[in-house]
Each structure stands twice: as structure tokens, then as C-alpha cells.
């Protein structure tokens, strides 16, 4: 699967995922917010590569893990609306 492809299967389910909990709270007079999604650029040296993923993600160090984890959490908290550090 190229990578475009993930893409796109990605952002389908989250535009499926995101017009069933708009069907839901409409069935319960609730008004989905606005949602918007963070552009925090990844911290670590992403390139293409023949590795596989599974090899790489075991080949980071512990700080670039950390790193990792923390973009991510960081996504997760602008997402909820608040940072959780």
C-alpha cells in the first residue's frame, strides 16, 4: 500500500467517524463542534525508506521515542482542548 493509499483509508474514517457522531447528536438535538485537527510538524527525521515500519519504530532511540510520544500526546491535547503534559 503506497502511501497516498494509507492516506486517503485514514482520512476516510475519519470523515466517516466524524458524520456518525454528528448523525448521533443530532438524533439527541446536540450540536457537533467545530473540529479541527493540529498541524504540529513531527519531531523526528522521517524519510522514505525500504525498511519495514514495524523495524524501524524498534530501531529509535529511547529519546526520539520520547519525543514521538510526546508529539502525539501534544496532538492529542490540542484536539481535546487541553494539554495534557
Not at 503506497?2 to 448523525?23: H, N, P, V, Y
Amino acid at each position: 500500500m503506497t502511501l497516498t493509499a494509507a492516506r486517503k483509508l485514514i482520512e476516510g474514517g475519519i470523515t466517516e467517524r466524524i458524520s456518525r457522531l454528528d448523525q448521533y447528536l443530532k438524533a439527541r438535538n446536540a450540536i457537533l463542534p467545530s473540529i479541527t485537527f493540529p498541524a504540529i510538524e513531527c519531531p523526528l527525521r522521517i524519510a522514505p525508506s525500504t525498511v519495514n515500519h514495524v523495524d524501524w519504530v524498534k530501531s529509535l532511540s529511547d529519546e526520539d521515542v520520547r519525543r514521538g510520544s510526546q508529539w502525539l500526546q501534544d496532538i492529542v491535547g490540542s484536539v481535546v482542548g487541553c494539554e495534557q503534559r
